[in-house]
């Protein structure tokens, strides 16, 4: 039979393992799901900047412009390719050279591939259509993130799982010790000690317990010492018969 202590601290490990392992399941994602949004909001400005520059630079007959995006993805660790493509898809630019230009860009303003971000902006001057320039930014960065936060989440998950085992034990104390003292008085009072009392003095419902106990106890003392009262009595009144 398991001890009123041991379920208390295997409740307590529990209800505080499922807290860890709801923590740990669902805050990640969270935190990913908020990263990626504010990527997307970065990524977003960056290609509607870049795109805005290299319309001005091919509307102006400047090539350098594009030079002066790629250079400026050189500075992003996160930027891993640009393609910059004719209205026909054919490539005028890209970093690194060779990057290719795929055809699901030209529709789609948002999309996720392989752990990379990409984002494909209009390059627009005025009425005239130069194309599009597609941002790729790999997503390593933020996985990375989630996976040191998962990391810490875990640790400090463990750590408010044994301070919840350790704290459990004096809780566990303090609610079985009075029980146990009951117990032993009940037991005491089984075995014939009429004079045993339970020694609880807590203002709680184990208090009053332990004194509806002590009245019932005293209750029984009064009516065996009354019962060998009349015993005795009884006796006397036969010997003298």
């Known amino acids: 039979m398991r001890s009123i ?10 209800l505080t393992l499922s807290i860890v392992a709801f923590v740990i399941g669902y805050f990640p994602q969270v935190q990913r799901q908020q990263h990626l949004e504010a990527f997307e909001r970065e990524i977003e400005m960056t290609a509607e900047t870049l795109a805005l520059g290299v319309a001005v630079g091919l509307d102006s007959f400047d090539y350098g412009s594009m030079q002066l995006a790629f250079n400026y993805a050189k500075r992003s660790e996160a930027i ?7 209205p026909d898809g054919e490539v005028i630019g890209a970093f690194p050279e060779g990057a290719s230009w795929d055809p699901a860009w030209a529709t789609a303003a948002l999309l996720y591939d392989d752990g990379r971000l990409i984002h494909s902006e209009p390059i627009a001057a005025g009425d005239t259509d130069y194309g599009r320039l597609v941002l790729v930014e790999s997503l390593a960065a933020v996985d990375a993130g989630i996976d040191q936060s998962r990391r810490r989440t875990m640790l400090i998950g463990l750590c408010l799982l044994l301070g919840g085992i350790l704290a459990a034990y004096p809780m566990a104390w303090l609610i079985t010790a009075p029980i146990k003292q009951l117990t ?3 037991r005491a009072l089984a075995s014939g000690d009429f004079s045993a009392r339970a020694h609880v003095h807590k203002r709680d419902e184990m208090g009053l317990l332990a004194y509806h106990f002590n009245k019932m106890a005293e209750m029984i003392e009064l009516e065996r010492r009354g019962l060998e009262e009349r015993v005795q009595q009884r006796t006397r009144e036969l010997s003298e018969a």
């Open 5 to 14: 202590s041991f379920k208390i601290v295997a409740g307590t490990a529990l």
């Open 80 to 86: 891993v390719q640009i393609v910059v493509a004719a």
């Open 184 to 186: 032993e008085t009940t």
